[in-house]
């Protein structure tokens, strides 16, 4: 299926090779909860979080005890698509007419490798400085504002250790799994105490920060990995929570099959996107919550700036010198004369479609994308969460750019 089926791109992807010396490795006990249960009660309010930071062929006989590195394990069915340099591109992306929602070919997990043991214990120094040594990795908490995390401790094949998730995380393998946060994105003290981790991993993209505090005191080790998302530091994140489980190397492989299939993906997008400097499509990402009235601009170091680069297009909120995430102004959506908008689903949904948008905020209708009513929505726990499924991701958004369905559909 070529550059569009996952399964294939990770066989080619995954060049490295690893062998993990076992007489290091050893079982930890599963710690008592009994901490946890004598740890107090926190009461706090209500807070919006608009924090948006928005990140192999084996050596034959190399194995860890019980785990053994895979390079095609468990493959999830995809969606049957002609490779991304078979599409017929738009021969004029600027000026296609029409809303499109943009679907990953498969969003299953392809672990690395498969239950592996964690090397522990084992110290880190997380992103904010705080040294941090983790005994037990039998119960684990993964949470942040995209899901990024939880997907990749699945991804290193730590799934069955994981006890609970965030909103964000629903892909099929974690969705059953007990939920800590409420009221959206807001951490349930009482609820992560429930699950009695033995690790937590987390950014700050949630909060209240209290409720992180109270784990500490508790004493369950929180690793805090960096917030920061982009298509350049997934690797990073994806090495910070694999070393912080004790699977370094299992990290190292994770990365790099990520960069690759990144690689191969931007690649196979520049075989469709319009090489001209006035040809390239001029893009902005917005961020809306209707029922909140929040409207936002995300431009340079938010994230969609690195994701609109890898699409072949112009980051035009960059462009006009939009930096990070900020409420949008009708003069600087104007300016930026975007032939394109990509949105969230729910977000898009939120205001009532594209015919609701252009009611709430009339300047989109001022803008080239507005008259074209041109578009592109995808998943909101998809779209910025950088990490195992970027490339997955860039394959959704390239075929709804240059060559979507008259039908609105991911062809």
């Given at each position: ?181 409420e009221n959206g994105h807001e951490l349930s003290a009482e609820a992560i105490l429930e699950l009695a981790p033995s690790v937590i991993v987390t950014d700050t993209s949630l909060g209240p920060w209290d409720a992180i505090l109270q784990m500490r005191d508790a004493g369950i080790p929180v690793v805090v990995v960096d917030a920061h998302r982009d298509i350049e530091s997934a690797a990073t994140l994806i090495q910070q929570v ?149 490339a997955d991701v860039l394959d959704a958004l390239a075929r709804a750019i240059y060559a979507p369905d008259p039908s609105g559909d991911t062809p």
């Amino acid at each position: 299926m070529g550059v569009g089926s996952r399964g294939t791109r990770r066989r080619a992807a995954i060049t490295s090779a690893i062998c993990i010396r076992t007489s290091a490795w050893a079982l930890v006990p599963v710690r008592s909860a009994g901490p946890l249960a004598r740890a107090r009660t926190l009461t706090f309010t209500r807070i919006t979080i608009l924090a948006l930071a928005i990140a192999v062929a084996l050596v034959s006989g190399c194995a860890t005890p019980g785990a053994d590195l895979v390079a095609d394990a468990g493959q999830a069915p995809a969606l049957a698509r002609a490779a991304l340099t078979d599409l017929d591109p738009l021969v004029a992306p600027k000026t296609y007419e029409g809303p499109t929602t943009a679907v990953m070919a498969s969003a299953g997990i392809v672990p690395v490798a498969t239950d592996p043991t964690p090397v522990l214990p084992t110290t880190v120094t997380d992103s904010q400085g705080t040294e941090v040594t983790v005994h037990d990795a039998s119960r684990i908490l993964a949470l942040d504002l995209y899901g990024s995390t939880s997907r990749i401790v699945f991804e290193l094949g730590l799934g069955a250790r994981v006890v609970g998730r965030d909103t964000s995380s629903a892909f099929a393998e974690i969705a059953d799994l007990p939920l800590v946060t409420e009221n959206g994105h807001e951490l349930s003290a009482e609820a992560i105490l429930e699950l009695a981790p033995s690790v937590i991993v987390t950014d700050t993209s949630l909060g209240p920060w209290d409720a992180i505090l109270q784990m500490r005191d508790a004493g369950i080790p929180v690793v805090v990995v960096d917030a920061h998302r982009d298509i350049e530091s997934a690797a990073t994140l994806i090495q910070q929570v694999a070393d912080a489980l004790g699977v370094p190397a299992e990290g190292q492989v994770l990365a790099q099959r990520t960069a690759d299939e990144v690689a191969a993906t931007t690649t196979a997008i520049a075989s469709l996107a319009p090489t001209e400097p006035d040809l390239k499509l001029r893009i902005v990402f917005l961020y809306v919550r209707g029922q909140a009235g929040v409207y936002y601009m995300f431009g340079k170091n938010s994230g969609a700036d690195s994701l609109i680069a890898a699409l072949g297009g112009v980051d035009v909120a960059s462009e006009i010198g939009w930096e990070g995430m900020r409420p949008v102004t009708d003069e600087g959506l104007v300016a930026a004369e975007p032939d394109l908008l990509l949105m969230m689903t729910e977000g898009l949904a939120s205001v009532g479609g594209v015919d609701g948008l252009l009611e709430r905020l009339p300047a989109v209708a001022q803008t080239p994308a507005g008259q074209r009513r041109r578009i592109v929505d995808m998943d909101d726990r998809e779209v910025l969460a950088f990490g195992p499924i970027t490339a997955d991701v860039l394959d959704a958004l390239a075929r709804a750019i240059y060559a979507p369905d008259p039908s609105g559909d991911t062809p």
